[in-house]
């Protein structure tokens, strides 16, 4: 399992934005590159879903939901994954979680709230 921490997550006014971070501090560099890292968003009684993707190689997917106004990134050398969520919309409430893939195994880091009033 990876250690993950999230952070950036609150409550902000529709139409405003957000930046999520997820730090892996316990990974070397060389181990953080190959990994796959996403984003998802649960909401109560319902499934994690898949928000944004960015592979070892750093190409990007997202849900339908949030294109244009979202994007995913990372910095391979603060071992960081990145969030960026322009544009709130009240149904983007959630809590977040990073998650990261590797070889057939996903950690998970303990999520961090997002709240957009409707």
């Known amino acids: 399992q990876v250690h993950l921490v999230e952070s950036g997550g609150g409550l902000v006014q529709a139409g405003g934005s957000l930046r999520l971070s997820c730090a892996a501090p316990r990974l070397i560099t060389s181990t953080f590159i190959g990994f796959t890292w996403g984003w998802y968003r649960q909401i109560p009684e319902k499934e994690r879903d898949l928000v944004a993707v960015?592979?070892?190689?750093?190409?990007?997917n997202y849900a339908d939901s949030v294109k244009g106004r979202f994007t995913i990134s990372k910095d391979n050398s603060r071992k960081r994954v990145y969030l960026q969520m322009n544009n709130l919309k009240p149904e983007d409430t959630g809590v977040y979680y990073c998650?990261?893939?590797?070889?057939?195994?996903?950690?998970w880091g303990q999520g961090t709230q997002v709240t957009v009033p409707s």
């Open positions: 998650a990261a893939d590797r070889g057939g195994t996903r950690s």
């Open positions: 960015i592979s070892a190689s750093g190409s990007t």
